[in-house]
């Protein structure tokens, strides 16, 4: 469907269709449920006021998706954004938290999940969904895009607006560089619920890099 012609009832049902998709891709990037509300809503406030303008160049979820990123980095580039930023981590030094630090964790029974399969959950610990925010935002969202919205190769390229190839090295280099973070930061196992956790590698410790790799 176009929106050539569109009518206010078109862009109600366009709501309806995509908005759960919208939520979900925003909230995997704040990890904020409030957050996620108020940037969904600005998403589409933005697609209604470009609205008469989509005619179909690009599937509509794309389309959306490509204003969802644009609404969220400009929130992540707002003086808003840092003063949460730094109140966050200040919090997180009163209360003497290690990044990756889960008090209640107990190690499972069964081996962890490879990094893939591991950011496919739909839940994760709040550890491994700090290390997915912590990316650059360019190897952050192919990853989310991916693995999270199980959107293709060629699709991230679109939301992108880059190349096939390059969507497909942002992925490889966002694999690559979470593995790393969670090689060198925590000892991985998984839940009871067969939910990736970690716990804080103690210092001067390596984790064995095969546990956390296909």
């Known amino acids: 469907m176009t929106a050539i ?10 709501y309806r269709t995509h908005h759960s998709d919208m939520h979900r891709f925003v909230l995997h990037f704040v990890q904020d449920a409030t957050l996620a509300d108020e940037l969904t809503q600005d998403t589409f406030l933005n697609a209604f006021e470009a609205w008469t303008g989509f005619r179909g ?3 509509e979820r794309i389309w959306l998706l490509r204003i969802a990123r644009n609404v969220c980095l400009d929130y992540l ?5 840092r003063a ?7 919090e997180s030094q009163e209360q003497g938290r290690e990044p990756g630090g889960d008090a209640d964790a107990i190690a499972g029974k069964e081996p962890p999940l490879t990094v893939e399969q591991s950011v496919r959950q739909r839940e994760m ?4 969904q700090q290390f997915v925010l912590s990316l650059p935002e360019t190897l952050r969202t192919p990853l989310i895009l991916h693995d999270m919205e199980d959107l293709t190769n060629a699709e991230i390229a679109g939301v992108l607006g880059c190349s096939l190839p390059a969507a497909k090295m942002r992925l490889h280099r966002a694999r690559a560089a979470l593995r790393q973070m969670m090689d060198e930061r925590c ?6 619920r067969n939910v990736l ?5 103690p210092p001067g410790s390596g984790v064995d890099a095969d546990l956390v790799r296909s």
């Open 5 to 14: 012609g569109a009518t206010t009832a078109d862009f109600d049902s366009f």
């Open 57 to 59: 160049d690009a599937p």
């Open 77 to 81: 580039r707002s003086p808003r954004a």
């Open 84 to 90: 949460r930023r730094t109140a966050s981590l200040e």
């Open 125 to 128: 610990t709040d550890c491994v």
């Open 187 to 192: 000892d991985l196992f998984n839940d009871e």
């Open 197 to 201: 956790s970690c716990l804080p590698a």
